[in-house]
């Protein structure tokens, strides 16, 4: 019996042997399954765009990564003057820029009309946490899942922004921003923040993003929006139609925080 039992072994026999490194590397990865919430929600869908242009602000001195000489933010857009040569993460230094301001419009673009949100009631921004939650993946081990009895802190999820865009004729939607783990997520909820309608992903954020609304920002189909913070500017167009709400990623810019001019 034990002589057949050491040549069953030594043939690769049996149930109890481990698989090599290799064969566990071969292994396929299961797919990431999408949370039943997301179900009808479109995912945002990468398309660059030039022209357009960030802005960043190091020690009270803004600087502008390619765009126009029109910048705008989360309040007004305003016409900016840039001088010097290129230095913080490639940008050239501005002067005339309102305070948040993110984007540069392409050249040649008519001033935009920046409008003001109102203010987002405290269980919407509840719930939009939640929204978020389902949109990011899930928590670590070393994640908090405690909720705290701030509306912004929920599940995990530090929320940046909630901010309100009407429409014609349709009621308005939630623009919803979060971070969990180094990881954001940016949403399009309806108006009573249970239902999301389209979302984006992005790694390697970790502080939470402001919201600069969706406006017409230059003369393409869909309205514009930004989410940004110190290190992370990113530009959206929102384009609605047959029922459906759609997200393209236009850019993507990054500038480290430890980034200043010299």
Request: include cysteine; glycine fraction near 10%.
């Amino acid at each position: 019996m034990q002589i057949w039992l050491l040549m069953m072994l030594a043939c690769g026999g049996g149930d109890s042997t481990p698989d090599s490194p290799e064969r566990a590397l071969s292994k396929p990865i299961a797919p990431v399954q999408k949370a039943k919430a997301l179900k009808g929600a479109l995912e945002a869908v990468e398309a660059p765009e030039e022209g357009w242009g960030a802005i960043f602000w190091r020690q009270g001195q803004a600087w502008k990564i390619g765009g126009g000489d029109i910048v705008a933010s989360p309040t007004e857009a305003k016409k900016i003057t840039a001088s010097g040569e290129p230095n913080v993460c490639q940008g050239v230094a501005i002067k005339g820029a309102q305070k948040n301001a993110a984007v540069a419009i392409p050249q040649g673009t008519p001033m935009p009309k920046i409008i003001k949100t109102p203010a987002i009631r405290a269980h919407l921004v509840e719930r939009a946490a939640w929204r978020l939650d389902e949109v990011l993946p899930p928590r670590d081990k070393y994640s908090s899942g405690v909720s705290s009895n701030a509306p912004s802190q929920q599940r995990g999820v530090s929320v940046g922004s909630v901010a309100k865009t009407r429409r014609h004729g349709a009621p308005p939607l939630l623009l919803a921003t979060g971070v969990r783990d180094c990881t954001a997520a940016i949403a399009v909820l309806n108006s009573k923040s249970d239902l999301t309608l389209a979302y984006d992903r992005v790694s390697g954020i970790c502080e939470t993003l402001r919201v600069l609304p969706a406006t017409q920002l230059d003369t393409n189909e869909g309205r514009e929006f930004a989410a940004f913070n110190d290190t992370d500017v990113l530009l959206y167009r929102l384009v609605e139609g047959a029922g459906r709400v759609k997200l393209k990623r236009l850019k993507h810019w990054r500038c480290a925080a430890e980034t200043t001019g010299g």
